[in-house]
């Protein structure tokens, strides 16, 4: 908490973007926080920054405050279950992100830039586990559940979280799983008014975009 608000003192100060991350060795991850002004399409645009380094995302947490700041964290590493210990990398991170939220670059050109190849149609395997997108409006008062099961890849959550974000559904939190090579992905999202997914064919809609998008890549 001290340390969320160190961050949020940041930006209350006017920086666009205040950043903190720290490694943990022997538990294999490292934790980064990222604080900003809220808006849409900003959990997207962090997770598109992580996936442009190669930065492989185990969790995320998405916190809002009724001032319009969020704090974003995320446990993440380097793709071999080992901590982030390289302070170039994070420096780098940094560098991209503090362009991509006030605009001058977008994530998409990032990504194209740095590894065009997270976001193109994955090889196909003899035995494919087949995406499967679900929605829950019982378990949470305020929010619709998306759980997506899929095949595990690098890019996947950019992937995932750009779809939702060009359909207009916010995501307010994030549990992100991996067993064995499958992703199984739970999202708490509402609709852009803060009201849950409730109409049927807004859900397929969705449903369809995220397959399409997760079978076909977005390059």
């Given amino acids: 908490m001290a340390q969320h608000l160190k961050l949020i003192e940041r930006v209350r100060q006017g920086e666009a973007v205040a ?22 399409g900003r959990f997207s645009n962090v997770v598109g920054t992580l996936t442009a380094h190669g930065i492989n995302i185990l969790s995320a947490q998405l916190f809002s405050r009724a001032d319009g700041v969020m704090i974003r964290a995320f446990q993440v590493s380097d793709g071999r279950g080992a901590a982030l210990e390289d302070e170039k990398v994070w420096q780098r991170f940094a560098q991209d992100l503090r362009g991509v939220i006030p605009g001058q670059i977008t994530v998409r050109e990032l990504i194209k830039t740095r590894r065009r190849d997270l976001l193109a149609k994955p090889l196909p395997r003899a035995h494919e586990i087949q995406t499967r ?44 799983a991996t067993e064995v090579d499958q992703a199984m992905d739970v999202f708490y999202v509402t609709e852009k008014d803060g009201h849950k997914v409730t109409e049927p064919e807004r859900m397929d809609a969705i449903r369809q975009a995220l397959v399409h998008a997760i079978a076909e890549g977005i390059a």
């Fill in 19 to 40: 950043l903190n991350w720290t490694t943990y060795p022997l538990a294999g991850y490292s934790e980064v926080l990222v604080c900003a002004s809220a808006a849409p």
């Fill in 133 to 176: 997108v679900e929605f829950d409006n019982v378990v949470s008062d305020r929010f619709t559940v998306v759980d997506i099961r899929a095949r595990d890849r690098l890019g996947l959550l950019y992937v995932i979280a750009s779809t939702l974000s060009g359909l207009d559904v916010d995501v307010s939190l994030a549990k992100i």
